[in-house]
């Protein structure tokens, strides 16, 4: 953030120990401070936080903690970026050698305030990970840039007389003139010298610098952050604040506002956590909605998380549309970089009072936070999946904390760790740690919708029974579902269908059955996956959807020469399909039907165009991944179909059922959020499985308990801590000989409550030529494996780095 004023210290050469004449010098009295560069140097085990210290030059520059800097580093004094940590007096330089304390290079504008920092330091200890790194991941290239930022010129009135006998050129005249009778009506400024100059109608700047040079007015200089061009998502024109429409909250909605907003023993504000579990459609937004207008009204702020694809514009929209353009900043990938700075410069002057974003959101400078919402808090995509590893979630709970107010979780499926942290007593004789709200049933008016599990076996049966064997053709959708998209097409209503599996065919292999070649990729254990591609020979490539490396599509089998075959299918076949089941209704690729998924959404403004598309009506059936099961609220959408609901619950990961629950149960809350009952048809080859089961009856709190119930047998989380380290070398001895190193490390710390496992090769044991090997450490609480953990890495022992990455509390497990 802009500090306007501060001072831009300049500390000549910057290098080092030359720079002062003798020692006593360098101990001499002075600002030093602690900086955490940015680059990742994981060192420790002196300075705790990784930091080091600088002398300021010249002292009467005041650096303020949080600051960014450019210092020294290394034995050729590379510049680098950093962040004040502490600033203080020499005493921060006891444990080096004075001598050796260089100085900063330069003192630059931005700031992270210091609610922010502190969030920092949580970050870096928690996830192990050196905190110069947390830290220049908290401000957008936008804003360490200054992208859009430009000066402007602020005038202040001094007084509106003018030294006796001043001569003034007709132009001046008019000026002071006319600045005379704005202030006599009651405008005493400050104004921007540019609008007043507009206002005054002046043809230039030149009378009000006159104007200035006799001490009328004082002209100071300002930054401002200035938007150019525009990005999807932005509206045309202003939008103005809007009331709740009349609407009357139903009493389990007064609920929990009541209970999110007032803590049940003093009635007072403070900090706790609040799941709100309400089924899809449930009127959870509104529970947002009317809470954050009530802290509003007290001149307090708000902090809303949702995942990156659930930031449609319609989800956008109903927060500017409440609360008005000029309080609310949504940050989301589809920005430019200048409106990215410009909704971050906002928030930090606090005039953005409700910041609307994802994961990265939650490092916004929101000013007198008073309420942080985290919208389908069960979302894996909150979790970064590179350094720092951190969970958005649990830093929006910690940001909370912090700030001292409120954190409302939400979602109709939420996470095992949230569900169990407001079920399960905190201990013996203690209550939850988290207060649940829940919103049982869809809002007046809406029903839940319809749903119907159909055998993937029985539906070959039928269709082999129908159309004889002759049909080889490998169908993704069964004769129900097909029957029922008839029928819904026929009605005028839209569909979604779900497949979770990208491109063509997901893998290839030799036609004949007793060769077992499997094309796979070379660099990674992984199976190549077709992608359709017109102009091309065989009519596509293959690509590792870990790597990303691109081949030829194979003609023949290199160990048999007999004909490869493309089995299992994915969006792209699915396309395929549809256009040739349903194009005698008018289905036709690109116009009534749509395909989003992650190699046709290239940007984030692709993605909201596409969904405005849906929203408006002209596309008639909506084909994707995952992407499509959230946020969406379109209410004609009369008909979801899961084409595969296993897709998920096969993967070598104890959240695989966990993930199929959530998975059914927010795509099927597409269905019927209009005034008609939806339909919604699972297909899957484990019918009776509890997941699909108890998805399609909508019954989260049976599937929960069992679950919980299983993960309890199991030790896992969340009835456990966990962490997981992965080592990584070409060299396979070498990452195992890591990785033994590592646990026995862990294992010295001498904690008998903690568990570190056998290290063992990842599921995935091999990407981009890098041979993979995990290790997983549990714990009875996070504090355990925290002391642990940063005990082995005091000792230098363990630590993140390339070759080895530690994820705390990990939701991917591949
Ligand atoms: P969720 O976030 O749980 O999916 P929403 O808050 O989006 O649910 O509510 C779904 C729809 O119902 C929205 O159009 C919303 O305006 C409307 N709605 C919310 N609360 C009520 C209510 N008490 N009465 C009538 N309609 C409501
Ligand atoms: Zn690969």
Not at 402 to 430: K, M, Q, Y
């Amino acid at each position: 953030m802009p500090r306007p004023d501060s001072h831009n210290g300049r500390a000549g050469s910057g290098a080092g120990a030359s720079l002062f004449a003798s020692e006593a010098e360098a101990a001499a009295p002075g600002v030093y401070v602690r900086v955490a560069v940015e680059r990742g140097i994981d060192r420790l085990p002196t300075s705790g936080d990784g930091s080091l210290t600088y002398r300021v030059v010249p002292p009467e520059a005041r650096p303020i903690a949080g600051q960014r800097v450019e210092v020294p580093l290394g034995k050729a004094g590379a510049v680098t970026q950093g962040i004040i940590v502490e600033v203080g007096d020499a005493s921060l330089a006891d444990e080096m050698d004075a001598t050796r304390v260089r100085s900063i290079t330069r003192l630059r504008d931005e700031v992270i305030p210091v609610d922010i920092l502190a969030l920092a330091r949580w970050m870096a200890g928690y996830y192990v990970c050196p905190l110069g790194m947390v830290l220049a991941g908290m401000l957008p290239a936008a804003v360490k840039r200054g992208t859009g930022r430009t000066r402007v010129e602020i005038a202040a009135l001094v007084g509106t007389a003018l030294p006796e006998g001043t001569k003034l050129r007709p132009a001046a005249r008019r000026a002071h003139a006319a600045l005379c009778e704005r202030v006599a009506a009651g405008d005493a400024g400050p104004w921007p010298l540019r609008k007043l100059a507009q206002v005054l109608d002046l043809a230039s700047l030149a009378p009000l610098r006159r104007l200035a040079e006799l001490g009328v007015i004082a002209v100071t200089e300002t930054t401002e952050v200035v938007v150019r061009g525009a990005a999807c998502g932005a509206s045309a024109g202003s939008v103005g604040a809007s009331a709740d429409a009349g609407l009357q909250l139903m009493h389990t909605q007064q609920h929990a506002i009541a209970a999110i907003l007032h803590a049940p023993e003093s009635g007072a504000r403070l900090f706790r956590v609040h799941l709100l579990r309400g089924v899809t459609g449930s009127g959870k937004t509104e529970v947002y909605l009317q809470a954050i207008a009530q802290i509003l009204d007290e001149g307090l702020s708000a902090l809303v998380l949702v995942p990156e694809i659930a930031l449609t514009p319609q989800t956008a929209e109903r927060f500017t549309r409440r609360f008005g353009e000029d309080l609310v900043a949504v940050m989301h990938s589809g920005l430019t970089a200048s409106q990215r700075h410009k909704a971050w410069a906002r928030a930090a002057a606090g005039e953005a009072r409700v910041v609307v974003g994802a994961r990265s959101a939650v490092f916004a400078p929101v000013q007198r936070l008073g309420l942080v919402v985290v919208d389908e808090e069960h979302d894996s995509s909150y979790k970064q999946d590179r350094l720092p590893r951190y969970h958005g979630r649990d830093a929006a709970i910690k940001r909370g904390q912090i700030a001292g107010c409120p954190v409302v979780l939400g979602s109709a499926t939420p996470s095992l760790e949230s569900w169990h942290n407001a079920t399960v007593p905190a201990g013996p004789g203690l209550p939850p740690r988290y207060t649940l709200s829940e919103l049982p049933t869809r809002v007046p008016g809406a029903s839940m919708p319809i749903v119907k599990i159909v055998d993937l076996a029985r539906e070959r049966a039928i269709r082999a029974h129908r159309e004889g064997l002759e049909d080889r053709r490998i169908h993704l959708i069964g004769p129900t579902l097909e029957h029922a998209i008839e029928a819904t097409l026929n009605a005028g209503g839209q569909i979604i269908l779900l497949l979770n599996r990208r491109g063509f065919a997901h893998y290839i292999s030799c036609a004949r059955t007793s060769c077992e070649f499997i094309l796979s990729c070379d660099q990674c254990d992984a199976r190549l996956v077709l992608h359709k591609h017109q102009g091309l020979p065989m009519g596509g490539f293959v690509r590792c959807h870990h790597c990303l490396a691109e081949q030829c599509v194979p003609r023949l089998c290199p160990i048999c020469q007999g004909r490869v075959g493309f089995f299992g299918g994915g969006t792209q076949r699915a396309e395929e399909e549809i256009v040739r089941k349903f194009g005698s209704l008018g289905i036709a690729d690109g116009s009534t039907l749509l395909r989003l998924d992650s190699d046709t959404m290239k940007s984030a403004r692709d993605y909201h165009d596409a969904l405005a598309r849906f929203s408006r009506g002209d596309v008639r059936i909506l084909l994707g991944t995952q992407m499509i099961a959230k946020g969406l609220d379109v209410p004609n959408v009369r008909l979801v179909g899961v084409l595969d609901a296993d897709t998920a619950l096969t993967i070598p990961d104890f959240r695989a059922t966990e993930r199929t629950f959530q998975l059914v149960s927010q795509v099927a809350g597409r269905a019927g959020r209009g005034g008609q009952t939806g339909h919604v048809i699972i297909q899957t080859f484990h019918p009776t499985h509890d997941a699909i089961v108890l998805a399609a009856a909508h019954d989260y709190t049976t599937f929960a308990r069992a679950e919980l119930a299983t993960r309890l047998r199991a030790s896992l989380p969340p009835v456990r801590r966990m962490a997981r380290i992965v080592c990584r070398d070409a060299d396979l001895q070498k990452a195992t000989h890591a990785a033994r190193d590592i646990v026995q490390a862990l294992r010295e710390v001498g904690d008998p409550t903690l568990d570190v496992r056998n290290p063992v090769p990842c599921a995935v044991s091999r990407i981009s030529g890098q041979h993979r090997i995990g290790i997983d450490a549990f714990s009875p609480t996070a504090g355990q494996l925290q002391r642990a953990l940063a005990n082995a890495r005091a000792r230098g022992l363990v630590r993140s780095d390339a070759k080895t990455a530690i994820d705390i509390d990990p939701v991917a497990l591949m």
